[in-house]
């Protein structure tokens, strides 16, 4: 069964710059780097932490989950079926990864972190995660839709950003097949 991850999403495209319309929805932060065409079919491994409000989500959160290198680590935090995407509550206090989760998943080699939130940090540490995240070949895809329809933690993704050349995210769709 196919399950699309990504946001469906009505705007009024001519009250966007392309800049915004590169991160609007579920989009792929590229940070001017090219995307590697091996990580668009993958191995999807999620991570449920949908409880986890009052703090930063740490290894010890999901290491029990095998990690390969080129994997796409999935966080379902619940948060997009909480708050209404687009809007101000949905962009301030989300779910965040700690400093040492991005370290421990930048040591496993993973390929994609993909999240239904606007992104694996606040906003304040929002471009200098993803920055640090892409020197070390780490990618981040976020505002993942559907995630509670994933009936597996592992199964096969796929991830298909837009060609577009000197733009710091790329809008893509994103597909489970579970």
């Known amino acids: 069964m196919l399950i699309d991850l990504t946001l469906k999403i009505e705007l009024d495209i001519n009250s966007k710059s392309v800049s915004d ?15 590697d065409l091996k990580k668009c079919v993958t191995v999807g491994k999620l991570v449920t932490v949908e409880e986890i409000r009052d703090r930063q989500i740490i290894p010890e959160d999901f290491n029990s989950i095998g990690l390969n290198e080129g994997d796409f680590l999935i966080f379902r935090t619940g948060w997009l079926k909480e708050k209404t995407f687009g809007t101000e509550e949905y962009s301030k206090d989300y779910p965040e990864l700690a400093d040492s989760t991005i370290n ?3 040591s496993k080699k993973v390929g994609l972190i993909g999240i239904d939130t606007p992104a694996i940090k606040n906003a304040r540490d929002h471009i200098k995660a993803d920055i640090y995240c892409g020197k070390n070949n780490l990618f981040i895809v976020e505002n993942l839709a559907n995630l509670e329809l994933i009936n597996k933690e ?4 796929y991830c298909f950003p837009l060609n577009l050349q000197n733009v710091t995210g790329l809008p893509c769709r994103v597909v489970a097949e579970v």
């Open 21 to 35: 319309l590169c991160h609007y929805g579920t989009h792929y932060d590229s940070m001017y780097v090219d995307y």
């Open 104 to 106: 421990y998943l930048i």
């Open 154 to 157: 592992i199964f096969k993704v």
